[in-house]
Nanobody
Framework: QVQLVESGGGLVQPGGSLRLSCAASGFTFSSYSMSWVRQAPGKGPEWVSFISTGGSITRYADSVKGRFTISRDNAKNTLYLQMNSLKPEDTALYYC??????????????WGRGTQVTVSS
């Protein structure tokens, strides 16, 4: 049974940082590309970032480029998203997802439950 469990969200002031983690189980993590997707209240899902199976290829949405860094540890079956210089418009529920590609939102069934990120003073 595929499981993706996100953690690390919270309330942070503008300009602050957070590191999201996603623990994967139930599948061969190292064989799948992974993505981060976010959804703000009242809006559709937004693709945020993509990483290839080995981690050598990464891509970012223009809205987060230069501020967010995606990474993975295949030995620990864990995906990460380091978020720096956070802005109020980054406020959303953040999901990790199995698969996907650059600028591609993976199918909903491949997402975890999400972790809330709120950027506010």
């Amino acid at each position: 049974q595929v499981q993706l469990v996100e953690s690390g969200g919270g309330l942070v002031q503008p300009g602050g940082s957070l590191r999201l983690s996603c623990a994967a189980s139930g599948f061969t993590f190292s064989s799948y590309s992974m993505s981060w997707v976010r959804q703000a209240p009242g809006k559709g899902p937004e693709w945020v970032s993509f990483i290839s199976t080995g981690g050598s290829i990464t891509r970012y949405a223009d809205s987060v480029k230069g501020r967010f860094t995606i990474s993975r540890d295949n030995a620990k079956n864990t995906l990460y998203l380091q978020m720096n210089s956070l802005k109020p418009e980054d406020t959303a529920l953040y999901y990790c997802a199995r698969g996907g590609g650059p600028s591609v939102v993976p199918v909903r069934g491949s997402w975890g439950r999400g972790t809330q990120v709120t950027v506010s003073s």
